[in-house]
């Protein structure tokens, strides 16, 4: 049996389950969360979809407000992580794997600390999303219009509407099966693309112009404090986006944003567009992700994050 079909008979014969994404969740996960909830609702199982946090940007998504923190004393059949191959990024959620007798995970990413029983892994994959909705169709499940509008949020938002390299035909195939599913484009667009906060356009723009130009402008760097986000009344998570902002630049290779999470914890996101891989960048740094999309966590204050971080960018070869 492979390890697709155990993973199915496992979904197939569980009556509880509880499904996480990652702390600091962005499209991907969310849509995995809740795309994979409304399936396995909808076949008659009991379903907690987990969410330490709830950024209302997201709140268009089917089923958000069916989000729930972790609840230390309830158990379960199935735990299923997704999004993340790193345990400790599931944050309280470790509780409900704790709490479960058995486990899957569902991602795409490069790296996998391979803690779960089961594990459906696809690191050319354009997102979680893409995995999960695939699994789901060859497996034989129903996919609702609600549940196919979440999946196709996740893949949209993680491959930057289809354009990383991540994103070929098979993307392009599981997207129109999902819109055969009901999968409401339109709502997905309007709400990611056409309904900007005029705060964080204003945001974006002082981000660009303080931004710190290296290698004759072939790498970008921003700082991103709790002071700058205040001053335009946003929040960290609203932040995310500016990293491909600044990639997009004219004659950028690499963009790099550090963004202080509390005074002693900042988070970086790497970007790239074609000759760096910025994960190896990230694992520098005890973090991961992609060849062109990566990201850490560093432990310190902003003041003393930022030059190391410049240093290191400094320091690349030919960008």
């Not at 004393?73 to 944050?91: C, M, W």
């Not at 050319?124 to 999960?132: D, N, R, Y």
């Not at 129109?176 to 599913?181: E, I, N, P």
Request: glycine letters at 8%; one cysteine or more; hydrophobic letters at 40%.
């Amino acid at each position: 049996m492979t390890e697709q079909e155990k993973a199915n008979r496992l979904l197939r014969d569980a009556q509880t389950v509880a499904i996480s994404g990652h702390v600091n969740p962005d499209g991907d996960s969310y849509a995995s969360v809740l795309g994979l909830g409304l399936v396995l609702s909808e076949a008659g199982k009991t379903v907690d979809m987990l969410a330490e946090e709830q950024i209302s940007h997201f709140s268009y998504l089917p089923a958000f407000a069916a989000l729930r923190p972790v609840d230390e004393k309830r158990n379960y059949d199935l735990f299923i992580r997704v999004d993340l191959g790193d345990t400790t990024r599931l944050g309280r959620a470790q509780i409900a794997l704790a709490n479960s007798r058995h486990s899957i995970n569902f991602d795409h990413h490069l790296t996998n600390d391979g803690r779960c029983d089961y594990a459906i892994l696809d690191p050319k994959a354009s997102s979680t999303c893409e995995i999960i909705a695939a699994f789901l169709l060859e497996n034989g499940w129903t996919i609702s219009a609600d549940a196919a509008t979440a999946f196709y949020a996740g893949i949209t938002t993680d491959s930057n509407r289809f354009l990383y390299d991540t994103s070929g035909a098979r993307t392009h195939r599981l997207a129109a099966r999902l819109l055969d599913c009901g999968a409401d484009a339109k709502r997905v667009y309007f709400h990611e693309y056409q309904n900007e906060n005029p705060k964080r356009i204003a945001f974006e723009g002082a981000v660009v112009e303080q931004a710190l130009s290296l290698h004759d402008g072939r790498v970008m760097l921003a700082n991103i404090t709790q002071e700058l986000i205040a001053k335009y009344g946003l929040a960290m998570p609203e932040a995310e986006g500016v990293v491909d902002t600044l990639r997009n630049l004219q004659g950028v290779e690499v963009a790099v944003i550090l963004k202080e999470q509390k005074q002693d914890v900042q988070k970086v996101s790497f970007r790239s567009k074609e000759k760096v891989n910025v994960a190896k960048i990230a694992e520098s740094f005890g973090g991961g992700g992609h060849t062109k999309a990566a990201g850490a966590t560093i432990e310190g204050e902003n003041k003393d994050v930022f030059p190391l971080l410049r240093s290191v960018l400094e320091g690349l070869d030919r960008p």
